[in-house]
DNA sequence: GTCTATATTCAGATAGAC
DNA sequence: GTCTATCTGAATATAGAC
């Protein structure tokens, strides 16, 4: 019906784009990379996308509902568990989408749709803390919780860790630490 | 003496590149940039400098030195209150240098001398924590207070925190929360 | 030590044919 | 929707005169 078909499609190209990211880091997103990458030229992309920065966005819209579905899947009592399977996935995430995950944190092109999205993937986190701390600190509570939780793997995924030890370890008592100090914080608030 | 004297130094090289960087972000340290505010034409800074990634790494050392110092004058016990004090000196500076800060954890130049100044600015820290949890676990520590720490300055830096709510309260909340819960794990294994 | 001039490279984005 | 060709602009770094 059309004379020149279309040879990609819009998710496609996200797709792609997220795989150089990973693999070139965010100057590797280029718009002839891109092109190349699903099969047309990267002029043809801006019949698809307004251009580069749309691309980003689009980017991250996909990577923040894909750590907000595993957030999600670990949910679930008791609050404890709950908040160190979250903990583990969070990590799990950032480690396997390293670039992807720095880009969710470079606020240049933040916008009402992104904020939505990001309200949406810490939902999860909000819920657990809220057991944990009280309602009333549930948003104090969620803040160091993802504090802690960035601030670590920022660390690790810029090889930051580098005195020796044992990382593992050294995570795991890091995340029972900020629990216990949570847990903590409301039993001293009852008295 | 000479038929064209110095018209700038490298120590004024540097901080002209400093406030560069903090104005117009990295991007906006270009070699040409970096002449005009020192007084000179953008290929003469290569009589000085080796290329762009030297200054990058000369800024990097001075901020590191700087922190550092700022970290050891809050130094002395109680250990308590120094990791109070340490928090506050390494939000302010992270708020007085948001981009020269964020560069601190970008790891593409980092070298055997970034490593030794980095060593450098965390051993008030170190300090801090071999008091706070113990010797077995000062490492640990350090590594949760500065992941912590990080992530905080990070996100806020970032913008990141976008639900409302009283962000200074959430601070001193998570401070606290963070140093009981060192705390509570150095009690829980003397037991 | 500084200058001008330039080589080199490469990016985002647009115009118009098919 | 895709193509080729091109505009526009900017960056790092070098060469060689003074």
Known sequence: MCPAPARTTDAAIVTAARALLERDGPAGVTMQAVGAAVGVRGPSLYKRIADRA???RAIEAEAL???????EAVAGPPARLAARRMAVAYRAFARE?????AMLFSPERWDEAGDAA????????LAVTAALAGQADALAAARLLTAFLHGWVSMELAGAFRL???VEAAFAYALDATIEGIEARRAAARI
Do not use: F, M, N, Q
């Open 54 to 56: 749309a691309l980003l």
């Open 65 to 71: 509902a894909e750590l907000g579905a595993r957030l």
């Open 97 to 101: 989408s390293p670039k992807t995950y």
């Open 118 to 125: 990001r309200a949406r993937a810490v939902a999860p986190v």
């Open 164 to 166: 020796g030890g044992d």
